[in-house]
């Protein structure tokens, strides 16, 4: 029994506004019955002791704390790399024409 009906698949696509022709509405009415239904076996296969994830390795944060810190870097090293500076501060080009 199909889980996903052509109606179904019709109706959905009135929806998104999405032309279709007959015979894509029926190649993607087979594509999304086997989509479903792949998705009720692996459901009937997972018993209830198994808990719901959203991915199969646990993550963590790799990143270090954020901690506030001394810098060490004065303003004339940090702009002595720019192309252009100007008081102390990056000049960039103006992309507004305002001043």
Partial sequence: MSA?????VKHLAQLAH???TDD???ALTQ????????VESMSEA???DIPATSHPIP????????VVGDT???QEQALSG???AQDGKFRVPAILNED
Avoid: H, K, W, Y
Wanted: net charge negative; aromatic share 2%.
């Fill in 72 to 74: 060490v870097l004065t």
């Fill in 4 to 8: 996903i009906t052509l109606e179904q």
């Fill in 18 to 20: 999405i032309d279709m």
């Fill in 46 to 48: 997972i018993g209830d």
């Fill in 82 to 84: 720019a192309p252009d």
């Fill in 59 to 66: 993550l963590s944060n790799v990143f270090r704390e954020d």
């Fill in 31 to 38: 594509e999304l019955d086997v989509i479903v239904n792949s």
């Fill in 24 to 26: 894509e509405l029926e």
